[in-house]
């Protein structure tokens, strides 16, 4: 209960406080009454008494004064005074002297004031003494006075006792009526009050005032359930407003026909998802789709079909594009435009571009009838054509309108170049796709020369891809490529396949070579990739010896504990791990301590401009010094001149590949060379 509701302020306590006012009040006006009357009757029986007592004595007293008996009337006097309340008791001759007298001090009290206004200080009573046979003659006469003391105090204690009930009534009643009340009334309208402010304005229908139990049915119970009534009515009447206010401003949000985003809404979206993107800094696309030929589905079929139709191509962009990075908005007419965001290039956008035609240029049926359409894109990039919303969304409008003029079904992208690029790339995706199964990859080998004995010590596998229209594309085009799209991994698997046909062959023939295979970052984050290679050496009954991987600093670097733990497996197993590519990464020695690496291979690009340029001569050199103080093996990649041979054969570099030696070469060329290059070495050792 809250503090601030003061005691004072309870309607309980100003209950009492009335109570007891008006009691007392009314208690002391009765009692008052009350107490006057008494004190008349105190005071009338005063009069009463002493008359009596004087009818009894007078006999006696007349007889005294008329036979002049003192005994007797001191007899009387004393016998009077065996009454407390008697001061004053005289029988006096008709001359006034007295025949007996007797008198005592009054009693002292201090109620003397109040008691001698209301009964005076004592009541004098004088009797003439007449005989009754002659009431003519007077003897004498009796004075008797009587004290009031006595008989009022036995007045004030009435009195007293009087007073005091009716306060102690009023006080009781009070207390009893405040507690009564708190209990039927401030206490459970209290708990009302707590109620009535849990209540939320918001929504005043979610929460209602609670009725005190046990006051269901009374007044409170009442108000507590017209109070509710009105909440309700007031939450509903809210619900209709905030409803009503929806309803406004999903007309102006959305798009009526489709459900869609309009064009407001949607670059409200695209401003932030732009912010976002130059946050996170990746990259946005907005695809602006146009239904091709439009105007002649709405011409042949009616706008029926023209507004069924465009809502197909909604329903089927929303399902298509799932996902919180797509904003899929209706831009008026035959045009829907696309963001895409968090995209790490370009080709990410065409392929959102060909999941859009596809499910644009599905068949749809309306009533039995079957229509078909496609539609155009356009392309543009956030932030290499436009960095401002408006004017991402006009170069992509821009784009589908000039794709138009091209023809139909297709997408393009703003700028040209970018649109030849991503265009050969996703011709070149899809060649790659087919080229396993179209037997157009194949593996050639580059030997591998240890630069003391002068001997082939292994080769390294290196995949060629003949395409029937362009010919050769080189792997360093190709394999990123398959890298981004995943097929690597499939593409991979096939070169090892391969690699170890071609060892278990050599072996066969007496050539007991390995096989360095190279090994993409991709590849090493499969889970399946240490089984993949070990079963694949144990399907060809290859020696684990055999087989050396070559991997970039770059593929420990994603997920470094789970690199180092496959690459620690399959070289338990027996494999060797080479590093390629060495120098031109981040060469980081904490790396290199981790890795169970037993060979770097010096990148071509130092080895060509050795002897030429300083620093490329100055890394090599710190190359093989490192290899050495590792104790690791330095391959030298690239070797092209004798002059080249003979520095890392003096410098300490153990093996060597490189044009110098020979081409990678198809396996019947290497055999040749083989036995060729051991031909000269025998001759020039001789
Ligand atoms: P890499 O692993 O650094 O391979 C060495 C590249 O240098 C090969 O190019 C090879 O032909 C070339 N090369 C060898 N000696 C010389 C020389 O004396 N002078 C010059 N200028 N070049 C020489 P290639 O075969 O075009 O391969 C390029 C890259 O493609 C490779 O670089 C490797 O990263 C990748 N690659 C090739 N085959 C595979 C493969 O089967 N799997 C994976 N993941 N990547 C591969
Ligand atoms: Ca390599
Ligand atoms: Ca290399």
Same mark, same amino acid.
Not at 20 to 40: E, N, R
Not at 453 to 464: D, F, M, N, Q, S
Not at 600 to 627: A, C, S, Y
């Given at each position: ?219 409170? !119970?009442?108000?507590? +359930?017209? =109070?509710? @009534? #009105?909440? /309700? &009515?007031?939450?509903? %009447? ?129 009533? !039995?009838?079957?229509? +078909?359409? =496609?539609? @155009? #894109?356009? /392309? &543009?990039?956030?932030? %290499? ?138 590849? #090493? ?162």
């Amino acid at each position: 209960m809250q503090k601030s509701f003061e005691v004072e302020n309870r309607l309980g306590y100003r209950i009492l406080r009335w109570i007891l006012a008006v009691a007392l009040v009314s208690g002391v006006i009765v009692s008052a009454i009350q107490v006057v009357l008494d004190a008349q009757r105190v005071s009338a029986d005063l009069d009463n008494q002493a008359q009596q007592t004087i009818a009894m004595v007078r006999d006696a007293a007349t007889q005294a004064v008329f036979s002049i008996d003192a005994d007797l009337a001191n007899q009387v006097v004393d016998g009077l005074f065996a009454r407390e309340a008697v001061l004053l008791a005289q029988i006096l001759h008709t001359n006034g002297e007295p025949l007996s007298s007797r008198e005592r001090p009054k009693a002292d009290s201090a109620f003397n004031p109040l008691i001698n206004a209301i009964f005076d200080s004592r009541r004098q009573f004088t009797t003439v003494l007449t005989r009754s046979g002659d009431p003519g003659t007077v003897y004498g006469h009796f004075v008797v006075h009587y004290d009031t003391v006595p008989s009022a105090h036995i007045w004030l204690s009435r009195a007293m006792i009087t007073f005091t009930s009716v306060v102690a009534t009023a006080v009781i009643l009070g207390m009893v009526l405040y507690f009564v009340f708190y209990m039927l009334l401030t206490r459970p309208l209290l708990r009302i009050v707590d109620s009535v402010k849990q209540v939320n304005p918001e929504h005043p229908d979610d929460r209602l005032v609670v009725t005190p139990t046990g006051h269901e049915k009374d007044e409170l !119970g009442l108000w507590v +359930s017209a =109070t509710n @009534t #009105l909440l /309700i &009515a007031i939450g509903d %009447s809210q619900k209709r407003h905030r409803e009503a206010e929806d309803k406004v401003s999903r007309l102006a949000r959305y798009d009526q026909l489709t459900g869609l985003l309009s064009r407001d809404s949607f670059m409200e979206l695209l401003k932030a998802d732009i912010e976002e993107s130059k946050h996170n800094n990746t990259l946005l696309s907005v695809i602006v789709c146009g239904i091709d030929d439009f105007k002649s589905i709405n011409d042949q079929c009616g706008f029926r079909t023209g507004d069924f139709t465009l809502q197909t191509v909604a329903d089927r962009l929303i399902s298509t594009l799932s996902g919180s990075r797509f904003t899929i908005a209706r831009l008026g007419g035959d045009q829907f435009v696309i963001t895409e965001k968090g995209l790490k290039d370009g080709f990410q956008a065409a392929d959102t571009a060909e999941a859009i035609l596809a499910t644009v240029s599905e068949t749809m049926g309306l009533e !039995g009838q079957s229509i +078909s359409m =496609t539609a @155009t #894109l356009g /392309i &543009a990039l956030y932030p %290499s054509d436009a960095i401002q919303p408006d004017r991402l969304l006009q170069s992509a409008e821009q784009t589908m309108m000039l794709a138009k003029q091209k023809g139909r079904d297709h997408f393009q992208f703003y700028v040209a170049s970018i649109d030849q690029e991503i265009r050969d790339r996703k011709q070149l995706e899809k060649d790659l796709s087919e080229a396993l199964a179209l037997n157009q990859l194949y593996l050639v080998y580059q030997p591998q020369v240890n630069l003391e004995t002068k001997r082939v010590i292994g080769a390294e596998a290196l995949l060629r891809w003949d395409h029937p229209v362009r010919g050769l594309v080189p792997p360093d085009y190709f394999i990123p490529v398959a890298e981004n799209n995943g097929s690597i991994v499939e593409i991979g698997q096939w070169v090892l396949e391969q690699a170890c046909l071609q060892a278990r062959l050599w072996a066969d023939k007496g050539l007991p070579l390995r096989i360095a295979v190279n090994l993409s970052a991709v590849q #090493l984050r499969q889970d399946r990739i240490v089984d993949d290679i070990l079963g694949t050496l144990k399907r060809h009954d290859i020696p684990a010896g055999r087989l050396e991987l070559e991997v970039t600093e770059t593929s420990f670097m994603t997920n470094l504990a789970d690199a180092v733990a496959k690459l620690h497996t399959l070289n338990r197993a027996g494999i060797s791990i080479a590093v390629d590519d060495f120098g031109t990464g981040y060469s980081s020695l904490t790396y290199l301590k981790k890795m169970p690496v037993q060979h770097l291979k010096i990148d071509k690009q130092f080895i060509r401009d050795l002897l030429v340029n300083e620093e490329d001569t100055r890394i090599t050199n710190t190359i093989i010094d490192l290899g050495r103080s590792l104790n690791l093996t330095v391959v030298a990649e690239g070797v092209e001149t004798a002059e080249q041979e003979y520095y890392l054969t003096q410098r300490g570099c153990k093996l060597a590949q490189g044009y110098f030696f020979s081409k990678p070469l198809r396996p019947a060329d290497f055999e040749a060379f083989v036995q060729e290059f051991h031909q000269k070495t025998v001759e020039n050792d001789a």
